[in-house]
Nanobody, 123 residues
Framework: QVQLVESGGGLVQAGESLRLSCGASGKVFRGNAMGWYRQSPGKQREFVAGMSTDGRAVYADSVKGRFTVSGDSTRNMMYLQMSSLKPEDAGVYYC?????????????????WGQGTQVTVSS
């Protein structure tokens, strides 16, 4: 049974930083790409960042230069460091595992999603 658990969300002011964590259980994390998505009220879930098994990363244009994705396979953890947060970054952030990293894009695995962690950014 694969489980993904996100944490680290919260309420911050614009310009501040947050670090999200995703803990993965099971074999899915080892040897598979992972990614972060977010969803705001009334909007579709959107891609934020993806990470290949060898540490390469891809980002949505809206977060490039502000967000950094990283992972620690020995601890089955993935992180998203978010800096210079903007109100439009607010939403529920979801971790995805077992996706495909190919040609600078991340394709999610529809089976493996966490429950999400809320990020709120006040202006």
């Amino acid at each position: 049974q694969v489980q993904l658990v996100e944490s680290g969300g919260g309420l911050v002011q614009a310009g501040e930083s947050l670090r999200l964590s995703c803990g993965a259980s099971g074999k899915v994390f080892r040897g598979n790409a992972m990614g972060w998505y977010r969803q705001s009220p009334g909007k579709q879930r959107e891609f934020v960042a993806g990470m290949s098994t060898d540490g390469r990363a891809v980002y949505a244009d809206s977060v490039k230069g502000r967000f950094t994705v990283s992972g620690d396979s020995t601890r089955n953890m993935m992180y998203l460091q978010m800096s210079s947060l903007k109100p439009e970054d607010a939403g529920v952030y979801y971790c995805n595992a077992g996706g495909i990293y190919h040609s600078g894009t991340y394709l999610p695995n529809a089976r493996f999603w966490g429950q999400g962690t809320q990020v709120t950014v006040s202006s």
